[in-house]
């Protein structure tokens, strides 16, 4: 255990250059929906996102429209939504309270109109790189993996390690680390991580170049060789579901 704690040390110090272009975690506030729209509903659902974008609702309740995903495969989810909230004390400022107050009036009717659009839908509130850098990962790609984690009992530090560890490892293999959002309240889901993707064929084509290289890295950034990178997670984990998802324009 020691020798990881080292090596996490020793990944973040390596990391830490490369990750200042692009924060991968934070303390900004997000909620998180996974939505499942009711059968035969999701193209409802997703034309009324389309016209609470041209009315303006959720500025007008004083945040953004939110970052939305399209399952493409995996989890049971149609969509999940993002929407930024800064922080507990900001969100709740009366100044936000009121603005949200005065959209629910004046936005009535479409609010009205989501109804029985949705089956299930799961609150998440989580704590995740400063929303600039999610927003501008999101514009500039179409194409997401989203992998959600449920920590073993005592093991959701050591799983926030592992992420930060299997980055650095992407990072220095030449792929694309993935920006880590931790639980602040809302679902049993601990961590979850997206990686942001210009297509399936830009994932799809990551591998390593150098296989010989890429076991040393695993080693240098505290992994006992490439396969424990998986094996090391899962020794971590209850429960792991992975989605691909597409971007909702």
């Not at 900004?28 to 499942?36: A, D, F, N, S």
């Not at 490892?169 to 680390?177: A, N, S």
């Not at 830009?202 to 290289?213: G, K, L």
Request: aromatic share 10%; charged share 25%.
């Amino acid at each position: 255990m020691m020798l990881r704690i080292i090596s996490v040390c020793v990944a973040a110090c390596l990391f830490a250059s490369p990750a200042a272009a692009q924060e991968l975690e934070g303390d900004y506030l997000y909620r998180v929906e996974t939505i499942r729209a009711a059968p035969g509903k999701l193209e409802a659902l997703l034309e009324w996102a389309a016209r609470a974008r041209e009315d303006n609702y959720f500025e007008d309740a004083g945040g953004s429209f939110p970052l939305i995903m399209r399952h493409s495969q995996g989890d049971q989810w149609d969509l999940l939504v993002i929407l930024p909230m800064e922080s507990w004390v900001d969100f709740h400022t009366k100044a936000r309270q009121k603005k949200r107050q005065d959209a629910t009036r004046k936005h009535e009717i479409l609010l009205a109109s989501q109804d029985g659009l949705i089956a299930f839908e799961e609150d998440h509130f989580a704590y995740g790189p400063p929303y600039n850098e999610v927003k501008s990962a999101y514009d500039s790609n179409a194409y997401f993996h989203i992998e959600m984690f449920n920590a073993a009992p005592g093991k959701s530090g050591e799983l926030l390690e592992q992420r930060r560890m299997e980055n650095a490892y992407l990072e220095q293999t030449g792929q694309t680390p993935n920006m880590i959002f931790r639980r602040a309240a809302g679902s049993d889901v601990d961590i979850f991580t997206i990686g942001f993707h210009e297509s399936r064929l830009s994932y799809a084509s990551q591998a390593p170049h150098d296989e010989e290289a890429a076991e040393d890295i695993a080693k240098d950034v505290g992994f006992k060789d490439r396969a424990d990178i998986s094996f090391y997670l899962r020794s971590l984990i209850s429960g792991h579901h992975d989605t691909f998802a597409v971007k909702v324009e």
